[in-house]
């Protein structure tokens, strides 16, 4: 594996010069080129990665392929794993690269709140497609970021660059909402499978052999990362995919504790709890009511 620590480590390893800035730099994707040698290759940094690419650049992201016909973002986090899987020549892809060391962030609004920033968690045949005008406000914000890296730096200059990415991460969060939202009949499609994919695991006992259902289960049956589905879920319903999951499991207390003689300890087995206490705590929660106090209402 490739493992880049630094601005200027990246730079060598894509054959650039020094970077101006230590902790951040942009890379237009048209300049770069590699051969065989690094296909298959596994590359990882410790940077937070922003890019804008107009066609698959051929890579793979964890286990997922990431092919594309138009232009699209996406965003990697520190020690996330790509693995390029075709050559790439000079001018092959136009667009740029936004890299970015955490200590640039470090301490500041920013970097305690970059984690709410689910995109940087999503699979990449979750990216981001973006309108022409979408492309446009995006580039508008590296351009800016760009001329601060190149012309200043000053007692202003770190404050600066944040703000700005902070803005294109804003305007990034508003487009993957407008994503949500055009996507609308494909994202009901995943809500009715989420709801189909509970009760069928119920009904063929697997939670018997797997314990409770979960996020990681759920989003890989719906083909999308956890964290795109908690989101796409939140967006449609206003619930998230662990509410869904605990709502479903209240519902189906609900039905044994009325329907069945089974102790209150049984049915939190059954329903996949290791601990009774957790199985009352949480259907408290979700009515209000002990599971006792339901059972003799």
Not at 161 to 174: D, G, H, M, V
Request: charge should be negative; include cysteine.
């Amino acid at each position: 594996m490739i493992k880049h620590k630094s601005i200027s480590q990246l730079h060598e390893y894509m054959g650039f010069g020094k970077p101006t800035h230590p902790l951040i730099t942009i890379i237009d994707t048209s300049k770069l080129a590699y051969g065989e040698e690094l296909v298959g290759v596994k590359i990882s940094s410790e940077l937070y990665c922003i890019a804008l690419k107009d066609k698959s650049c051929g890579l793979n992201y964890g286990r997922n392929h990431y092919d594309f016909d138009e232009g699209v973002m996406m965003f990697t986090a520190p020690n996330q794993v790509i693995t390029l899987n075709k050559p790439q020549a000079l001018n092959e892809i136009q667009g740029w690269m936004l890299y970015f060391h955490p200590d640039l962030i470090r301490n500041t609004s920013l970097g305690n709140k970059i984690d709410d920033y689910n995109f940087f968690s999503y699979s990449v045949y979750e990216a981001l497609h973006l309108s022409e005008q979408e492309q446009n406000t995006a580039s508008t914000c590296i351009k800016m970021i760009e001329e601060e890296i190149k012309e200043r730096i000053d007692n202003h200059s770190r404050q600066v660059l944040i703000s700005n990415i902070e803005l294109l991460l804003n305007y990034c969060a508003r487009f993957y909402e407008r994503q949500f939202n055009t996507r609308s009949a494909q994202n009901r499609d995943i809500t009715t499978k989420v709801e189909m994919l509970l009760k069928e695991y119920f009904k063929t006992d697997k939670i018997l052999d797997l314990g409770q259902p979960n996020i990681a289960y759920l989003a890989n049956e719906c083909h999308v990362s956890a964290g795109y589905l908690s989101d796409l879920l939140k967006k449609e319903t206003g619930k998230t995919a662990k509410d869904h999951i605990n709502e479903f499991l209240v519902e189906k207390a609900k039905d044994l504790l009325i329907g069945s003689e089974d102790s209150i300890s049984g049915i939190a087995y059954t329903l996949g709890f290791n601990y009774p206490h957790y199985f009352s705590r949480m259907f408290k929660s979700k009515t209000g009511m002990t599971p006792q106090e339901y059972r003799d209402n």
